[in-house]
Structures are given as C-alpha cells and as structure tokens.
C-alpha cells in the first residue's frame, strides 16, 4: 500500500528556516502528482504548495510564495519543502500528500480532495 512518511518537523525562531521531506513507497512515484499542506489549530487544512509528476511545473499558496520551495527527487521517491523566512503564522501540522491523478487532471494538484494518500503529518512551530 502508499505509505507517505514526513520528517524534518520541529521548532524554530521566526525567520528561521527547516527542510520538510517525504518518503514515499508502495507506489511508483513518478507517476504521482505532490503536494504539502498544513493545519493549524482550529483552522482547515489548506495548500501549501505542489508539484507536477516531473518535478517541472510548481504551484504555492500566496500565503508561502517566495518563502517555501517545493521538489521532488523522483531516484528517491522524496519531495521536499524548503521553508524559509519562517513566521509564527506558519505554525501547523504539515502534510505530504499523493495522487495518481489521470490524463485530464492539471499538472499540479491544489485542492485536498484531489488527493488520494496523505501522511501523517509533521509538527512545525515558528516562534516569535
């Protein structure tokens, strides 16, 4: 089965930065759109960023954009969220998430519900 494994979580000062990567297995990974998002306390989960099946095509929220860098390394069935200039506002549970998707579906996958496997998260703390 897809299994999707984040590390790199943790705590930081405000304009810090962390390095989030996903481990994917069970899949072939090439084939699957990316993406990360995050959930806060009491908020709804929302996109962060993705990417398309080649590691090519990028999309990230406005809330990220110029901060936060997403990849994928495709020999290791990894994506990556580089996460700089962090702000206490970037605190959350982060998710990695995967999706097969099909030859009608956008390169990049950006809402939740085109995602068929998820991670089980990884805390990110930005203090001020």
């Known amino acids: 089965q897809v299994q999707l494994v984040e590390s790199g979580g943790g705590q930081v000062q405000a304009g810090g930065s962390l390095r989030l990567s996903c481990a994917a297995s069970?899949?072939?990974?090439?084939?699957?759109?990316m993406g990360w998002f995050r959930q806060a306390p009491g908020k709804e989960r929302e996109f962060v960023a993705g990417v398309s099946r080649s590691g090519g095509r990028t999309v990230y929220a406005d809330s990220v954009k110029g901060r936060f860098t997403i990849s994928r390394d495709n020999a290791k069935n990894t994506v990556y969220l580089q996460m700089n200039s962090l702000k206490p506002e970037d605190t959350a549970v982060y998710y990695c998430?995967?999706?097969?998707?099909?030859?009608?579906?956008?390169?990049?996958?950006?809402?939740?519900?085109?995602?068929?496997?998820w991670g089980q998260g990884t805390q990110v703390t930005v203090s001020s």
């Open positions: 069970g899949l072939t990974f090439s084939r699957y759109r």
């Open positions: 998430a995967a999706d097969r998707g099909t030859g009608y579906s956008p390169v990049v996958a950006t809402t939740a519900v085109e995602y068929d496997h």
